[in-house]
């Protein structure tokens, strides 16, 4: 399952097309509290958590966390604006944010860059 952080933006909503349209399981929430409960469910578990770093209300450094303590094997994928100020490798160093990428993208890259961040299949085939 991939897990795409949602606050209404139009760029996520397509970003979670293109995933349902390649073949992914994907959800979408906009709520921290819920991304961490889904990290912890072991039936259909989190591969890949997708988030803008400028996703308001959102402490990025509090959900990398949680999302390393309740599962560590979880990759993130962070989409910034090719205008943000703040760099974001600071963030690298929790080890499960495994790609980065600035918008704007294609959507080769996107996919590259999903790929990237998972580093072994996603989707598992017979």
């Given at each position: 399952m991939i897990l795409v952080m949602d606050r209404g933006d139009e760029d996520v909503k397509l970003i979670t097309s293109l995933l349902q349209k390649s073949g992914f399981h994907v959800v979408q929430t906009d709520n921290k509290a819920e991304i961490v409960s889904l990290c912890r469910t072991k039936g259909d578990p989190v591969q890949l958590?997708?988030?803008?770093?400028?996703?308001p209300g959102i402490h990025m450094s509090e959900l990398l966390d949680d999302?390393?303590?309740?599962d560590p094997r979880i990759r993130i994928l962070l989409i910034s604006d090719q205008n943000e100020k703040e760099p974001i490798r600071h963030w690298s160093v929790t080890g499960n944010v495994r790609a980065h990428l600035s918008r704007p993208f294609r959507r080769a890259q996107f996919l590259g860059?999903?790929?990237e961040a998972a580093k072994e299949p996603l989707v598992r085939t017979a």
């Open positions: 958590v997708i988030v803008k770093t400028a996703t999302v390393q303590a309740a860059s999903v790929l």
